[in-house]
């Protein structure tokens, strides 16, 4: 029987249709892989100018990305063993610690230009800033101290003793302090953020080596590679809570705002590979997810409330749904993912690939941030004044039920939850520093995401 060209066409439309399903499904893919310079170890976001940047352990380097075309606008030159990288929002000024040379490299945002080398401790490992004060922190870790840098004149300000090779940061807005994790010494060392000087050292477990904050409860987790378990700290009395057993050799945190989660990855031995979820409110376990070997790397992507684990020797990048804790997808990127930024502004979110010295960019299927809810009614909804500087209103042709405000990290910094189920609100900003929020406005049955932006 002769086949017409119609039926053709129909079962080669049919046939690419379910050849495509899977990525549907899912909802993400591997948009592009994009070549960068030898030993891609650390990524950052720059929302100001929708740039990614990417230091480069054996080439000296750092790869600009744009990141609305994912194409390489310069590679600036830093000093030896570029390795770690951080964005400062308030003078749109990208840092980048280079081990080998004992310095900080200050990188222009809206130039690429170098604006400045700042020399601190012996072999610099870990950047965190402090928006309050505007502050830079860099952990040494040969020299055993922190150096503080000013983020308007990136002059160094005070030389810190800390503890025992320091290699890991977090900062805690509610009270401005900052945490600095000892691998060999095996405590915490804190630092009051507004007078440098340090008021609290915390015993932990055997060689700490990551950090995540949590704004709801004020908690400060710390992650212990030998002895297999993370000390949970209080963040205004600098106590301990308790110590949370979780998989072999924890070696990276993220938390989920969302549902007040906190996600522990450990690269164990395979096929023993996970990843710990235990609850924020409480510090119980709730459950452990298989992921690929030796996962390394984790990020959070609030929009679609998903995290991504980079896994460095099995070559993927797993996602686990943030409500259901179940694994979404894995997806295959180059040899040795290891780091990770999220692009906000297009939903990517970039992977770098050690030994294969490219960055993978995985989209989703959520494409951009403006976009109106799929299930909600026609209504109108109006945010203003955008940019803000004190107070922003939402009114909305239908009842709001909560409205939450995060910052470009994905934290949650600001919630408002709606009683009376009112139609109109105002929230003041005048605590939230200068710079990029996203704010989640939750109706009935309907959410819709909105970028704005604080100035001062």
């Known amino acids: 029987m002769e086949v017409s060209m119609a039926a053709k066409q129909r079962f080669l439309l049919f046939a690419s249709i379910a050849l495509w399903l899977p990525l549907i499904v899912s909802g993400q893919w591997l948009e592009t892989t994009i070549i960068v310079g030898e030993g891609p170890s650390a990524l950052i976001y720059n929302p100001t100018n929708n740039k990614v940047y990417c230091a480069n352990n054996f080439s000296d380097d750092v790869t600009v990305i744009d990141g609305e075309t994912n194409s390489v606008l310069a590679t600036i030159i830093v000093s030896s063993f570029p390795h770690a990288l951080l964005y400062n929002p308030t003078t749109n000024t990208v840092y980048c610690a280079n081990l080998y040379d004992h310095n900080v490299t200050v990188i222009d945002g809206a130039t690429n230009g170098v604006t400045t080398t700042i020399t601190v401790g012996d072999y610099p490992r870990a950047l965190v800033y402090n928006p309050t004060d505007n502050k830079v922190y860099c952990a040494n870790e040969y020299s055993d101290d922190v150096t503080v840098i000013d983020g308007t004149t990136n002059s160094v300000i005070a030389t810190i003793t800390a503890g025992d090779f320091p290699g890991a940061f977090v900062y805690n807005p509610t009270n401005n302090k900052v945490y600095c994790a000892n691998k060999y010494s095996d405590n915490v060392t804190v630092i009051d953020g507004a007078t440098n000087s340090v008021i609290a050292t915390i015993t932990v477990g055997d060689f700490p080596g990551a950090f995540v904050y949590n704004p709801t409860n004020n908690k400060v987790y710390c992650a212990n590679e030998w002895n297999h378990n993370v000390t949970v700290i209080d963040g205004a009395s600098n106590s301990v809570i308790t110590i949370i057993t979780v998989g072999d050799y924890p070696c990276a945190l993220v938390y989920n705002p969302t549902n007040n989660k906190v996600y522990c990855a450990n690269y164990g031995q395979s096929p023993y590979s996970d990843v710990t979820v235990f609850d924020g409110a409480t510090n119980s376990v709730i459950t452990t997810i298989p992921v690929g070997y030796h996962p390394c790397a984790l990020v959070y992507n609030f929009l679609n409330n998903k995290i991504y684990c980079a896994n460095q020797f099995s070559n993927n990048v797993t996602i686990i749904d943030g409500a259901t804790n179940s694994v979404i997808t894995t997806i295959t990127v180059d040899d040795g993912p290891r780091a990770f930024t999220w692009n906000s502004a297009q939903n ?31 209504f109108i909804l109006d945010i203003y004044p955008n940019p803000i500087k004190t107070a922003l209103t939402i009114r909305a042709s239908v009842p709001l039920c909560s409205v939450k405000v995060y910052n470009i990290l994905g934290d949650l910094v600001r919630k408002e939850t709606m009683t009376k189920h009112e139609n109109t609100t105002t929230i003041s900003t005048q605590h939230l520093s200068a710079g990029v929020y996203f704010l989640k406005v939750n109706m009935e049955d309907a959410e819709y995401i909105r970028k704005v932006i604080v100035t001062k």
């Open 348 to 378: 990517r979110t970039y992977v770098a690939n050690y030994y294969s010295s490219s960055a993978s960019v995985i989209r989703d299927s959520m494409v951009g941030i403006e976009e109106l809810p799929q299930n909600a009614s026609p």
